[in-house]
């Protein structure tokens, strides 16, 4: 790469850290917006579930209530059927009918009307306006026995609004001889509302399949008698189904809603329970308020450090320009830079350090002036920085950057990171560098530290998965070169679902970690690697080792951890913690065609194989060949 490709480069980099700044808000905000919807969404799921309940168990009471009433009916029809309406018979009748109403709470009232709509009992107790004697004429009309249930209506007795249900009853010749009628009271079914409580501004409604709204909670007798029949769920024939939900704009009180009908598949009944949506929303509104503002706060502390950060940069491009640019402002800056700026001859000697030297290297710059540049870096590291160094002696490169271990005069190590170009005389001959270095030892431990964290188990202190296969990988094809063995052990922990609903998560964690100590110890090579595969899943790979082996290490790990004594009292077999081993061994150059995939899959059937002999065992895959083929010589 030329030099003034590596100063476009350089030069785009503020704008690319704001991009990857800008970048890195919207998706946060992005990511926590989606999040709060979500959980909007399983709000109003729940309360749709909710609803779905409430609806369906009220229209099952609405249904036993009209039933109830139906079975007094039908006695009443089968005895004027039998005996005929005489005086003595009604006087029975109507006496048993003030028995059953007193007995039962939900029956409003019984009566019985002749074929020409003379009260026979209860005189007076249904209105006779032209609504009220609908049931009457469609009885008289139709000849059909089975019950009819009228719209709702109110009583001229005392004023209530009630529901009728009513049968045909014939005389002996078969014609028609009257109606026995039964009310249930819309009060009733309201204050039996009111035992569901789902909310302050709930509200159940059951209406007749016409639409006339027969008993509500809340505001009951403001609301009863009220038409919805041009709602969409009367109009809209999507809606007519036996039940589902419903999202609506309530025309009664003008109520965005959450709610479920279900049709009565026996009686013309609708049953609505809603919940107003704005007060179920209201908790997920408040927290989805509190937590916004503090993904925005964090947003905007990002948003900050981004632009402290791109400011930063700007600066450093600014003073490497300057260095560049101008030899005379050289000085000037380097005495303002906290980073140490030094310059080094064509002799590798320092000519120049920066006061900022103490607190890079522990050394003042008096000290470190006419010595050799290269002093203090690591062993290891002088060849990479030597090799750097002389090629830009050599003109062949402008600019280098050089991450090394130097010497400390207090901390005995730190680490720098170097920025170098060369100086060059008017000629444009080479006169020797400039470096500017800064300590970036806290970003090295951070460094190292992402990187144990992303092949190490956190709860184990194992190798990951992701480590497991890398290793895998490397451990197949050195077999394979050195035609040498591998081996593979799958430890599967028994019943550890049901140890975790016995004892708890915490418990079940422990367990983990105490399972993974007792693998761990059977590591005695630098070669053997253990990893907690996925769950309670746990692998451990045996370079150079054969069948043989692989079984001895799998038992003294299954007997292990038998022997600890972890207490579990659902793993019936046992009593205590066991697991159950599935191992197989394999040697690559014998085996061209397979990959490291069918190791994993022969110690896999073989730790299956374990569980269905019983669990707490270990099984080779050689075991589990040999008894498949004496199955199938069977």
């Excluded at 590596?6 to 890195?24: E, I, K």
């Excluded at 926590?32 to 909007?40: I, T």
């Excluded at 040498?484 to 430890?491: A, C, E, K, V, Y």
């Excluded at 150059?589 to 990959?595: D, I, N, Q, V």
Aim: charged share 25%.
């Amino acid at each position: 790469m030329s030099a003034v490709t590596q100063r476009a480069g350089w030069s785009r980099l503020p704008l690319r850290a704001a991009a990857f700044v800008a970048l890195t808000c919207v998706a946060i905000l992005s990511v926590s917006g989606w999040r709060e919807w979500a959980a909007r969404d399983a709000v109003l799921k729940s309360a749709e579930a909710e609803m779905a309940n409430v609806a369906r168990s009220l229209t099952q009471h609405a249904e036993d209530s009209l039933d109830l009433l139906d079975s007094g009916v039908v006695g009443v029809v089968s005895r004027l059927e039998m005996d005929g309406t005489e005086p003595a018979t009604i006087a029975k009748l109507k006496t048993l009918q003030e028995a059953r109403k007193k007995a039962i709470e939900r029956i409003h009232s019984l009566a019985i009307i002749d074929d020409r709509g003379n009260w026979l009992t209860s005189p007076g107790t249904i209105g006779t306006t032209f609504n009220d004697d609908a049931f009457f004429r469609y009885h008289q009309l139709s000849p059909k026995r089975e019950p009819h249930v009228g719209r709702p209506v109110k009583s001229l007795l005392d004023g209530e609004w009630v529901v009728t249900l009513s049968r045909r009853f014939n005389k002996l010749d078969g014609s028609f001889g009257g109606v026995v009628l039964a009310t249930i009271s819309s009060g009733y079914l309201s204050h039996f509302y009111e035992q569901f409580e789902i909310g302050r501004n709930s509200s159940v409604a059951l209406t007749h399949g016409d639409g006339l709204i027969i008993a509500r909670n809340p505001s009951n007798e403001k609301f009863i008698g009220r038409s919805v029949a041009n709602t969409p769920l009367f109009r809209d024939a999507g809606l007519q189904r036996p039940g589902g939900v419903y999202h609506f704009k309530s025309p009664l009180d003008g109520a965005e809603r959450v709610s479920f009908f279900k049709r009565s598949g026996r009686y013309p009944l609708v049953l609505l329970a809603t919940v107003d949506k704005a007060e179920l929303l209201a908790p997920w509104r408040a927290a989805a308020i509190s937590r916004m503002l503090y993904v925005l706060a964090l947003v905007m502390l990002l948003a900050i450090i981004g632009a402290v950060l791109v400011r930063q940069l700007q600066r450093g491009q600014s003073m490497a320009a300057a260095l560049v640019e101008k030899e005379a402002h050289f000085r000037l800056l380097a005495e303002g830079s906290s980073d140490m700026v030094t310059r080094i001859g064509l002799d590798e000697r320092l000519r120049y350090v920066s006061p900022s030297s103490i607190g890079v290297v522990g050394w003042r710059a008096n000290q470190l002036i006419g010595t050799p540049a290269l002093a203090g870096v690591h062993a290891d590291d002088r060849p990479q920085v030597q090799a750097l160094v002389d090629a830009m002696k050599r003109g062949e490169k402008e600019e280098v950057r050089v991450t090394y271990r130097n010497a400390h005069r207090q901390n005995a190590e730190v680490w720098l990171e170097s920025t170098m170009r060369v100086t060059r005389k008017d000629n444009g001959s080479v006169d020797g560098v400039v470096a500017i270095s800064r300590d970036i030892t806290e970003q090295k431990k951070l460094e190292n530290r992402l990187e144990t964290l992303a092949i190490e188990d956190s709860l184990t202190g194992l190798a990951n998965r992701r480590r497991f296969d890398e290793r895998l990988k490397e451990e197949w094809a050195r077999a394979y070169r050195e035609r040498s063995s591998l081996s593979l052990l799958m430890i599967d922990v028994d019943h550890f679902k049901s140890y975790n609903d016995e004892y708890g998560h915490p418990a079940g964690d422990a367990c983990l970690r105490q399972v993974a100590q007792i693998i761990a110890t059977e590591m005695h090579r630098s070669s053997d690697l253990a990893a907690r595969y996925g769950g309670e899943e746990f692998a451990m790979l045996l370079p150079n080792t054969d069948a043989a082996g692989c079984a001895l290490i799998g038992d003294r790990i299954r007997r292990a951890i038998r022997d600890a004594g972890l207490v579990h009292t659902t793993n019936h077999a046992a009593g205590c913690v066991t697991a159950s081993l599935g191992g197989a061994a394999c040697r690559p150059a014998l085996e061209r065609t397979a990959g490291v995939t069918s190791l994993i899959e022969a110690a896999d059937q073989a730790l299956y194989a374990a569980k269905d002999a019983g669990r707490n065992r270990l099984m080779m895959s050689g075991e589990v060949s040999n008894l498949l083929l004496k199955a199938s010589g069977q």
